[in-house]
C-alpha cells in the first residue's frame, strides 16, 4: 500500500486509526497464549577474496557512443528468507512495540511536505525553517574524520555537527545525512578520500555505520534518512582527491562501477536496519550526467554522441543483485540559465523550458521506468539537489541580472509543481547560500527574491495532493492540486508567448510565484512565469 497519495490530514488520521485499533487489541488480549514469530533476516553477500584492479582511465569528452541497450529481463528479486523460531509467550508489551514500529513507517511514509534545503553551518538553519523546509540535507559525516586509524573511533570530531542535528531535530526537521570519505587505510584508490573502499574493509565500514547509525538515530538527533556518498557515479580522475562528491565511478566497466557499490550495499545495509529498523538507506545522490538511452551528441551538429555510461550507475546497482539494499533513490538534477528570462534547460537530457520543463522529470522518468523494469518499483525517489544554475561561477554578468533573479524564482515553484506531479518523496534545493548563482539568500542570509519564491510555494504546496495534468490548453502546461478546503491549479506557457486562457469558473485568488495577489479573473493571460490560481468553496 502506498501513502503517497495521502495528505498530511489523511495521514493523520491513518496513524491515529491504526493507534486506536492496536489500544483495543491491547485491551482485549486478557489471556496469554503463544504464537510463532519469524523475524526477517537478510540475505547474505560474501564478496571474493581479491579486489579489481585500480581505476586509470578518464574517457575523452567526445568518446562515442556508450552501450545503453535497456536489460531484456528482470533478474529474481533476492527476497528474505523466513527464520523458524520456538513459539514465546506473548504479552502486550511485544504488541506495543510492533504498533510503535507500525507507526513510525507509517510517519515515514507519509511526509508532512516534499520541500527541502541543504545547509552548511548551524547558523543557516533557522532561516531553513522559516523558508518553509520541512527536509534538510546535510553533507558532513566524514569517516575519514572519526575514525582515521581503523578501529579507533572519536565522535568528538563532529560534535559540531551532532550539535545541528539536535537543532533540526528542535525544529520539527527531518535530517538527510550524508556519509562519505574514504580513510587512507580503507581506499581502494591510494589518496582517493571521495573514491571507493576497499573490498576487504567492506565489513570496516559496516561496523561504522552500524554505530553512527545507532548513536544518531535516536533522540536528541532522530537522524532517520542515511545516504551513502555524495554522487557516486562520478569518475575519480574527473575530480580532486579529497572533493565533495562521491567519485566511486569506473570508466572501464559497462555499468560505471554500479556493481561494486551495490556489494558494498550488501554488507552495510543489514548492519544499518540491526541498528534500526526504521532508518531508510538512500542510494548516494546520483549526478546521472546525460541520457543514456538517448544520447545527446558532444557538440550541435557533430554527429557524434556523448558518453553516457555513468549514468547507468543505478542499472549496474540493479543488475548485481543490489536492489534489495536500498529503500531509496537520491538523484541531482539542475538546469541552466541561458541568458533570457524565463529561458532554462539542460540538453544532455534533452530537456528545456519549452518542451519538458524542469530536468527532473526526464531524469525521475528514467529512474522510475528503470527501477519498473528490474521489478523494484515501489522504491522511492529523492531529488536530493535541485536549482537553477547560472554561467560558470555564477558571478557573470548575466547572473546579475533582475531577469535571472525574476527567472530563478518562476523555477521554483515549476520545479516543486514538477516534483509533486512525479511523487517524489523530498525535492532539496541546493542550497540556502547556493553556487554557480543558485543561492535563496546571499551570504549573510538575507532573502533573495527566489527564497520569496520558495517561502510562498511552501505554503501554497507543502500540504497539497496531486490530481493530475491540465492538458486542456494547448502551448501551456499545468497541474491540478487538491486542498483541505480548496482547489488549485499551477499554470504556465511552454514558449515565449503570451497565451489567452479561459477558466471552467471564477478562481477566488491568483497569485504570481512569489506571492503577489493578481487580479482575479475567469479569463488569463498565462506567460512562461507561473501563476497559482485557487478556488475555495
Not at 497519495?5 to 496469554?32: C, D, E, N, T, W
Not at 547558523?123 to 582515521?148: D, H, I, M, Q, Y
Not at 539542475?334 to 524565463?342: F, K, L, M, N, R
Request: glycine share 8%; hydrophobic share 40%; proline share 7%.
Amino acid at each position: 500500500m502506498s501513502f503517497q497519495k495521502y495528505s498530511p490530514k489523511q495521514g493523520a488520521f491513518l496513524l491515529g486509526l491504526v493507534m486506536l485499533l492496536a489500544m483495543v487489541v491491547i485491551f482485549m488480549r486478557s489471556a496469554p497464549h503463544s504464537e510463532p514469530t519469524a523475524p526477517l533476516t537478510s540475505p547474505t553477500f560474501v564478496p571474493s577474496e581479491t579486489d579489481t584492479p585500480m581505476l586509470t582511465h578518464h574517457p575523452s569528452a567526445t568518446s562515442t557512443q556508450a552501450k545503453t541497450q535497456t536489460p531484456t529481463f528482470k533478474p529474481t528479486s533476492l527476497k528474505p528468507t523466513i527464520a523458524s523460531t520456538t513459539a514465546v509467550p506473548d504479552t502486550p508489551t511485544p504488541l506495543a512495540a510492533q504498533v510503535t514500529e507500525l507507526v513510525q513507517t507509517l510517519s515515514l511514509k507519509i511526509s508532512p511536505s516534499i520541500f527541502g534545503i541543504e545547509y552548511h553551518a548551524q547558523g543557516e538553519l533557522l532561516t531553513v525553517k522559516e523558508a518553509g523546509a520541512f527536509w534538510v540535507r546535510r553533507n558532513a559525516l566524514l569517516w575519514s574524520l572519526v575514525e582515521p586509524t581503523e578501529g579507533m573511533r572519536d565522535w568528538a570530531a563532529v560534535s559540531q555537527l551532532e550539535g545541528e542535528l539536535i537543532q533540526a531535530a528542535e525544529q520539527g526537521q527531518q535530517v538527510i545525512l550524508i556519509i562519505r570519505s574514504t580513510p587512507p587505510w580503507a581506499q581502494r584508490i591510494e589518496g582517493s578520500f571521495c573514491g571507493a573502499i576497499k573490498r576487504k574493509k567492506f565489513d570496516a565500514f559496516a561496523a561504522f555505520v552500524r554505530d553512527a547509525v545507532a548513536r544518531y538515530s535516536q533522540p536528541p538527533y532522530q537522524v532517520k534518512y542515511w545516504e551513502l556518498w555524495n554522487e557516486p557515479d562520478v569518475d575519480p580522475a574527473a575530480v580532486k582527491p579529497d572533493e565533495v562528491y562521491g567519485c566511486w565511478g569506473d570508466p572501464q566497466d559497462d555499468f560505471f562501477g554500479g556493481g561494486y557499490y551495490a556489494e558494498m550495499l550488501m554488507q552495510v545495509y543489514p548492519q544499518i536496519k540491526a541498528a534500526d529498523p526504521q532508518a531508510q538507506v538512500l542510494v548516494g545522490g546520483l549526478l546521472l550526467d546525460c541520457d543514456p538511452i538517448n544520447p545527446p551528441e558532444t557538440s550541435n551538429g557533430s554527429g557524434q554522441l556523448r558518453d553516457c555510461t555513468s549514468s547507468r550507475f543505478l542499472e549496474g546497482i540493479l543488475e548485481a543483485g543490489g536492489g534489495n539494499y536500498f529503500d531509496g533513490v537520491s538523484f541531482h538534477a539542475y538546469d541552466y540559465y541561458y541568458g533570457t528570462a524565463g529561458q532554462y534547460g539542460n540538453g544532455n537530457w534533452h530537456s528545456s523550458w519549452k518542451t519538458t520543463g524542469p530536468v527532473l522529470i526526464a531524469k525521475a522518468n528514467y529512474l522510475q521506468n528503470l527501477l519498473e523494469q528490474y521489478g523494484f518499483g515501489d522504491k522511492y525517489l529523492i531529488n536530493s539537489e535541485v536549482a537553477l544554475l547560472c554561467g560558470s561561477t555564477g558571478n557573470e554578468d548575466m547572473c546579475k541580472t533582475q531577469d535571472f533573479a525574476s527567472t530563478k524564482a518562476d523555477y521554483v515553484a515549476q520545479a516543486y509543481v514538477a516534483a509533486l506531479a512525479q511523487g517524489l518523496r523530498a525535492n532539496i534545493w541546493y542550497s540556502l547560500i547556493g553556487w554557480r548563482g543558485s543561492a535563496l539568500t546571499d551570504r549573510k542570509l538575507q532573502p533573495l527574491l527566489a527564497y520569496q519564491a520558495y517561502r510562498f510555494a511552501a505554503e501554497q504546496l507543502g500540504k497539497a495532493v496531486y490530481e493530475g495534468k491540465i492538458t486542456e490548453y494547448p502551448n501551456l502546461i499545468g497541474f491540478r492540486f487538491n486542498r483541505v478546503g480548496d482547489r488549485l491549479w499551477v499554470l504556465w506557457a511552454l514558449d515565449d508567448e503570451a497565451h489567452e486562457l479561459r477558466l471552467p469558473d471564477m478562481p477566488s485568488a491568483i497569485y504570481d510565484s512569489l506571492g503577489s495577489p493578481q487580479p482575479a479573473a475567469q479569463d488569463l493571460m498565462i506567460t512562461h512565469a507561473p501563476i497559482y490560481v485557487q478556488w475555495q468553496p
